[in-house]
């Protein structure tokens, strides 16, 4: 079975600080992994995600995050945080198997950005 | 294709009543899916595409739901006797096929509120 633990619902940075939205999860076979953030009333924008290669994977708006497979962790990171990074982020991992195709949703970390 | 178009943005319905929504995919992706999102919660799956075949049904899928892609392009999820717990918003989902094509792609969702 496939699932994702977000520790943490509500992180509050200053703005300037890094951010780290933490991600682990859990598999029966080799996972692909997301991040995904939401604004207010809108879709999920892909903002990045890791198949195979290379375990640090950068995305946009200067995030990235790495996948440790022996801590089955896939935290996500940014520098230095904007006023703009302020949203609901969702760690999501995907398997390919017998038993499904879908895609498995932490239940989101809510980012706050103070000035 | 600007992306997944979700039809409409927002409904009200009183309970008991039945509501349609629509859900028109990026035009060559072949999977399609649908989730549901509560306050506070990430998506949660309820059931995918792939062509007009639908391959995965979550038990969240109760018997007044029902979801059909007919011509394996647009898609259309319908509850029946709506109920004030159906209140949530209603997001789709594409992707293509394929292991190299790995992420879905959003719409910005129906939010249901039943009254």
């Known amino acids: 079975a496939q699932s994702v633990t977000q520790l943490g619902s509500h992180v509050s940075v200053s703005e300037g600080a890094l951010v780290l939205l933490r991600c682990n999860y859990s598999s029966s076979v080799p996972p692909y992994l997301f991040w995904y953030v939401q604004y207010p009333n809108q879709g999920l924008q892909l903002l990045l995600k890791y198949t195979t290669g290379a375990t640090l994977v950068k995305g946009i708006n200067g995030f990235e995050a790495e996948f440790k497979k022996s801590e089955t962790s896939f935290h996500l990171t940014k520098p230095s945080a904007h006023m703009s990074d302020a949203a609901e982020y969702f760690c999501?991992?995907?398997?390919?198997?017998?038993?499904?195709?879908?895609?498995?949703f932490g239940t989101g970390t809510s980012l706050t950005v103070i000035p | 294709d600007t992306g997944v178009s979700q039809n409409p943005r927002h409904k009200i319905t009183k309970r008991g009543q039945n509501v349609t929504f629509r859900c028109d995919p990026i035009?060559?992706?072949?999977?399609l899916y649908w989730y549901r999102q509560t306050l506070g919660q990430g998506p949660e799956f309820l059931t995918y595409?792939?062509?007009?075949?639908?391959?995965?049904k979550s038990r969240l899928l109760s018997d007044r739901f029902s979801a059909e892609r007919p011509k394996g392009s647009f898609s259309t999820l319908e509850i029946q006797r709506t109920e004030q717990g159906d209140s949530a918003m209603y997001l789709c989902a594409s992707s293509e096929k394929g292991r190299h094509n790995t992420e879905a792609f959003f719409g910005q969702g129906t939010r249901l509120t039943v009254v």
């Open positions: 035009s060559e992706h072949n999977r």
């Open positions: 999501a991992v995907r398997t390919f198997s017998n038993t499904g195709n879908q895609f498995y």
């Open positions: 595409f792939q062509n007009e075949a639908q391959l995965e």
